[in-house]
């Protein structure tokens, strides 16, 4: 049977019961009570000492396994490791092919991406969703009623472009912790990052135009560009640094392109962030050459390290960067809330996003922006930035000890996914097809080149950790190694 960890006792500072049982185990090894090779108390035992469940003691050694801190031994209990596992290298900054190529993504898209997420008994490890057991969705829609009694008939009507005034101002005062000085008039709402991505494309290009992209990129961008019969070009990207500025160079140098498009802060399935520098760097390489810049942030607030990374808006001075986002990964996808700031090209976006859908959801819009103003979203961020650093550190380690040595891994400083290199003998479709039968999501490398660049890569989302993810991760290394 699977317990569910989220819904377990918090302290004030948003920890389940089973952390502070693990953590209290881990100072204990730490501090060297327990030595490498000593048996630590029985889940029994634990649980009569600390007053606890059997289930949250369980949980409890679990995460310490994945931390790889402890293991099991057949029928004799958990101990303390030996020797942690040694960390596997990243991968190499990518190569891929250096022509503009047209992109056609949707069948294998449509086979993983929207079949796989309507399962409801999957183990997932696939999409790249955000954990929405850890509050968000309780929150909005106990806002959402208040905010409906209180609006009364007027939440039922269109609140057209640009859309909520109140989350616009949200949206311009949050912008100053990017490094952007921003009006709230500067700002569209739209039906999420999606749409504001397809918004920018559309403003700046036209079929058959070429759009730089980082290599490799979420499928979502790849979608659009499929979509709009653009081509992309693909550009080599560092899996800590981010696009690399010397291959885009040498790219404009060599092909017409109409805009470049980047996941600036956590790209997915990266990881990578683009240092400051490197932003203002990058946008005045486009300024140079008057090429538009749409700049995906959705990933930005979720930061492991203190300060929030800059956006590469901040440092635009001739209006040719846009920048999306959204609150799908930082509170849930669900609401359908995003936003552009479309710099110089705010009359066509304006006009497209008119004449795409009139409006975003009026009642989604009004319980963010209230959610958001009334302080209580910088607490739930911080708790969510420290739960998804806790769950990367532990997918981390549970790849590094499961999965052959070959592997390579990612170490993202942010966001919540995991982006691993397998054998080259290992085809990511195959395995996705295999690890499905057994009950387990993973997204194939297919989706993240339209030139099939990462065969023998997968992606793996960390955000929603539960006492499956190791017995899962078991299995998808069984089936690597079959
Ligand atoms: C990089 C990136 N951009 C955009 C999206 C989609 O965002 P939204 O739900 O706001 O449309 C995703 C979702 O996985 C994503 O990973």
Aim: charged share 20%; with cysteine.
């Amino acid at each position: 049977m699977s317990t569910d960890p989220y819904n377990g006792r918090m302290d004030a500072a948003g920890t389940h019961k089973y952390e502070q049982v693990a953590s209290e185990i881990a100072r204990l090894i730490d501090s060297g009570t327990f030595r490498p090779g000593d048996a630590i108390p029985s889940v029994r035992e634990l649980s009569r000492q600390h007053g606890v469940s059997i289930a949250t003691v369980v949980q409890a050694y679990y995460l310490l396994e994945a931390q790889g801190l402890i293991e099991a031994r057949d029928r004799s209990g958990f101990y303390v490791r030996t020797a942690r596992p040694s960390a596997l290298p990243e991968p190499d900054i990518s190569a891929p092919r250096s022509d503009p190529t047209g992109v056609s993504v949707r069948d294998v898209v449509a086979e993983v991406s929207l079949a796989d997420t309507r399962h409801p008994n999957l183990v997932q490890l696939g999409a790249a969703h955000p954990n929405t057991s850890l509050g968000a969705p309780t929150a909005l829609t106990r806002i959402q009623a208040s905010v409906a009694r209180r609006m009364g008939h007027r939440i039922g009507m269109y609140d057209y472009v640009p859309g909520c005034e109140p989350l616009r101002v949200q949206i311009a005062q949050r912008a100053l912790s990017s490094g952007c000085r921003l009006s709230p008039d500067d700002v569209i709402i739209t039906t999420g990052c999606t749409e504001s991505i397809n918004l920018c494309l559309r403003a700046v290009c036209r079929p058959g135009d070429t759009v730089a992209i980082e290599s490799p990129t979420g499928f979502d961008a790849l979608l659009s560009l499929d979509v709009l019969g653009l081509q992309a070009l693909e550009i080599p990207t560092h899996p800590r640094d981010g696009i690399s500025l010397d291959a885009l160079r040498f790219a404009l140098d060599h092909h017409r392109v109409s805009a470049c498009l980047v996941v600036t802060n956590y790209n997915n399935p990266l990881g990578s962030c683009m240092p400051d520098d490197h932003k203002r760097d990058l946008v005045d390489l486009l300024a140079a050459r008057d090429i538009p810049l749409i700049e995906n942030d959705i990933f930005g607030e979720i930061h492991f390290q203190d300060r929030r990374p800059n956006v590469a808006k901040a440092y635009d001075r001739k209006g040719l960067v846009m920048l999306c986002s959204s609150f799908s990964k930082s509170l849930c996808p669900g609401f359908r809330v995003g936003w552009v700031v479309p710099g110089r090209f705010m009359p066509a976006i304006r006009w497209l996003k008119y004449t795409t859908s009139l409006a975003s959801p009026t009642l989604s819009e009004y319980a963010i922006a209230e959610f958001v103003a009334s302080g209580s979203y910088d607490p739930y961020i911080r708790r969510i930035r420290r739960t998804y650093e806790r769950y990367v550190g532990a997918l981390s380690d549970a790849v590094r000890r499961f999965f052959p040595p070959e592997c390579r891994l990612t170490r993202p400083g942010g966001g919540f996914l995991l982006w691993v290199q397998l054998p080259e003998r290992i085809d990511s479709l195959d395995l996705y097809r295999r690890a499905l039968s057994a009950g387990i999501a993973i997204t194939p490398g297919y989706l993240f080149s339209p030139t099939n660049q990462y065969r023998n890569f997968i992606r793996l989302n960390a955000a929603n950790w539960s006492d499956e993810t190791l017995p899962a991760l078991r299995t998808l290394a069984a089936l690597i190694g079959q």
